[in-house]
């Protein structure tokens, strides 16, 4: 059955870097817009980096713009979020998402998304 599946989530200490993963299975990544989404304590989910389904535009929330990286590889039916230079405040669940009928703008606007991951945690503590 068609599904995201997230990896590469943990511990990091301020400043380190961690590369989130979400493959695809049942269905072509390459007709979706695709997004990560962050659910810090107490906080709304957010849209934090989007990506067109070509990959040739990306949307980056002012939160982790600079340091946080959205790239896709279609032929994997795989796509990733480079995380450097960790602040505390990065801590949450993150999740990823598929979108058959979205534009890169409103693909980080939380709503119906064809498909989620489960969520990985990422948490950056000394």
């Known amino acids: 059955q068609s599904r995201l599946v997230e990896s590469g989530g943990g511990l990091v200490q301020p400043g380190g870097s961690l590369r989130l993963s979400c493959a695809a299975s049942?269905?072509?990544?390459?007709?979706?817009?695709i997004g990560w989404f962050r659910q810090a304590p107490g906080k709304e989910r957010e849209g934090i980096s989007c990506?067109?389904?070509?990959?040739?535009?990306?949307y980056y929330a002012d939160s982790v713009k600079g340091r946080f990286t959205i790239s896709r590889d279609n032929a994997k039916n795989t796509f990733y979020l480079q995380m450097n230079s960790l602040k505390p405040e990065d801590t949450g669940v993150y999740y990823c998402?598929?979108?058959?009928?979205?534009?890169?703008?409103?693909?980080?606007?939380?709503?119906?998304?064809?498909?989620w991951g489960q969520g990985t945690q990422v948490t950056v503590s000394s």
């Open positions: 998402a598929a979108d058959f009928f979205a534009t890169l703008q409103n693909m980080c606007n939380t709503g119906p998304h064809n498909y």
């Open positions: 049942g269905f072509t990544l390459g007709y979706y817009a």
């Open positions: 990506i067109s389904r070509r990959g040739g535009d990306t």
